[in-house]
């Protein structure tokens, strides 16, 4: 189970390959599943938490038109990423083109997963979130409070 965190910068090579940073994987796994992440991200899971969030998938109702629409653009979006022997993966033409993913990009940790960014998407993003930081964590503590 993978428990992944940090940001590191990457560029991909003239085949789209990519480096999986030694930090953040220190046991190189033969795969990696790649699915749609949000914000414009790709998310990369190990096959252990891939399973595990299939899990979550499964227990949505198919009969709830959100949990239906969530459930197929999620599992189609799903590539299975073959590690090579120097630790890389090919992101592919079609992938960088539908996610819009140049050479230059940025991998986070996000605790189960990690997450693939356009270098640009991702200070964009950071931007537009990074000052709101103290007031999203009051809310999310108010809400797990609710829960209670």
Do not use: C
């Not at 090579?13 to 033969?30: E, F, G, H, N, Y």
């Not at 198919?62 to 599992?75: C, F, G, H, I, Q």
């Not at 356009?118 to 200070?123: A, I, L, R």
Request: aromatic share 12%; no cysteine; charged share 30%.
């Amino acid at each position: 189970m993978g428990r992944f965190f940090g940001t590191y910068q990457r560029t991909l090579d003239a085949k789209l390959r990519l480096q999986i940073p030694t930090k953040l994987v220190k046991d190189m796994p033969s795969r990696f599943y790649l699915l749609r992440g949000f914000e414009g991200s790709l998310s990369l899971y190990l096959e252990e938490d891939f399973n595990l969030y299939l899990s979550t998938l499964s227990k949505l109702s198919y009969l709830d038109s959100n949990a239906r629409a969530y459930v197929r653009l999620a599992s189609s979006s799903v590539e299975i990423l073959e590690v090579d022997s120097h630790g890389r993966i090919n992101i592919g033409s079609e992938i960088a083109k539908r996610y819009s993913i140049s050479n230059e990009v940025t991998i986070i940790g996000v605790l189960d997963h990690f997450e693939i960014w356009d270098k640009k998407s991702y200070e964009e993003y950071l931007k537009a979130n990074e000052a709101s930081f103290e007031s999203i964590a009051e809310d999310l503590s108010k809400l797990s409070s609710e829960d209670k």
